[in-house]
């Protein structure tokens, strides 16, 4: 496992870089996620607040803070891309699929889904062979 991730949004604007490793990897299906990011389920890895820092371009982003929720989207001003969202926990959570994109489009092993949370909630169903939590 590496000590350390970097991935940059599309325009290169703003760099992140992740340390040690996250806290939780899988998709999420809360209706929190689906309401902050308007997407049917997430792919996630959920980090610590300190371990995910903004390496490079800090001005270059805006953070929309949910009107009703503990939660907000930072994304880069230049290209409108998501880096990550933040939840009622302070977690950072940065989706699997900005990190594959920053890596030839694979998602390094080690930080890949374990398993599907608030499953119960679901709008989706996913047929693969990870645990359903709800």
Partial sequence: MSDQYHVECDCGAV???LSGAPKVRGFCHCEDC????KIPYHSVTAWE???VSITKGEPETIAFQHPTKRMQRIYCKQCGE???NTNAM???IVSQLFIRKNYDGKLPEELSSQMHFFYDR?????DDELPKRP
């Fill in 34 to 37: 689906r309401d902050l990011l």
């Fill in 90 to 92: 302070n977690w950072k």
């Fill in 122 to 126: 679901r709008i989706v169903s996913i």
């Fill in 49 to 51: 607040a300190d371990q």
């Fill in 82 to 84: 998501t880096l990550y």
């Fill in 15 to 17: 760099n992140l870089t």
